[in-house]
């Protein structure tokens, strides 16, 4: 088995052809890199502004909801107020009715009094 050899000139000839080719990439990447490169970033920042109006949106009313819930009392306070007054009312009347039945009492006992005297003469 014997090895085909190439020659000499055609070796030559196959790296100048492949530096030619070298250098026409590296002229082009040198005409890329002395370009600007723009790119058109409006579409985004008019989508990242909704987003962060939608979240100001959000924040705002749950804001609003927490500032109503901390000003709002409880249920059980609601219910202890309402167990105080009615206790209020209940002790009221039942002091009503004692003071009705004192005043009775005290006629009552004047009368008898009064009776008791009669007859102790």
Do not use: C
């Amino acid at each position: 088995m014997t090895k085909k050899r190439h020659n000499i000139d055609t070796i030559a000839e196959v790296l100048i052809d492949k530096l030619t080719d070298m250098e026409r990439t590296a002229k082009r990447i040198e005409t890329a890199s002395q370009k600007e490169l723009k790119i058109d970033t409006s579409r985004l920042e008019e989508l990242l502004d909704e987003q962060k109006r939608k979240e100001g949106r959000v924040l705002n009313d749950l804001e609003a909801l927490q500032k109503k819930n901390s000003t709002r009392v409880p249920n059980w306070v609601l219910g202890v107020l309402g167990g105080i007054v009615l206790l209020s009312f209940g002790f009221m009347f039942y002091a009503w009715k004692k003071a009705e039945t004192y005043d009775e009492a005290t006629q009552r006992a004047l009368y008898y009094e009064q009776e008791y005297n009669k007859l102790k003469q």
